[in-house]
């Protein structure tokens, strides 16, 4: 049976990062973490964490209606609590992300004493609060945005949506990410205890 080597942890930690930096970037800024449906399921309106999306109608003859983009919450919507630690727990992972990534590129260009290597324990316990930071997101489904969204039909006011919130594009982004973070996580510890063992076959080698 083949073991893998610590270089080989390290590598799948950084992949694995990364991928999860991705997404979470891609997530946090897209307008449809949430989305509710119509009750005829013909229209859907999408909602994220800053911002919301932006339906314009047009009538010649017949109605219809454009996706204009993406728009800030106006300062009259009311963010409950559980909405802003979700907004805080995004920018942690953000920041976090961002920070890791650097590291691995850091590493990967100049690299690190051979001997010392990179903290993978600390970096590992760093990357399991990245992944329970991003579950934690999801707090937003038990947020006003979710359960009294006055923002709901208010540009579509004779169409009928749905009471009940659904994930979307955003929120299936953030569950990805934590199952990534936590992947880093397993790796770069995995990567920790195989470059223990290294290091001390190394130095009893040269007792």
Known sequence: MV????????????????????LTLIGGWRCDFLKFTSVDNSMADHFGLWG????????????????????????????????????????I????????????AFSACIGFNEKVGRPHVFVGVCLLLLSLFSGLTLLILDSNLCKSNVLLGQLMNDILFNDQCELSTGANCFISATVFWFAA???????SRSKSEVVEKEDIAFT
């Open 3 to 22: 073991k893998l080597g610590w270089e080989t942890f390290r590598f799948g930690a950084d992949v694995f990062g990364t991928t999860a930096f991705l």
């Open 93 to 104: 992972v953000l920041i976090g992300g961002f920070l890791f990534f650097m590291m691995s």
């Open 185 to 191: 996580a397993l790796c770069s510890l995995k990567a």
């Open 52 to 91: 919301y999306g932006q339906w314009v109608r047009a009538t010649s003859g017949e109605t219809v209606w454009w996706y204009e983009g993406c728009i800030r919450y106006a300062d009259s919507v009311v963010i409950d609590s559980k909405w802003k630690a979700a907004r805080a727990f995004d920018a």
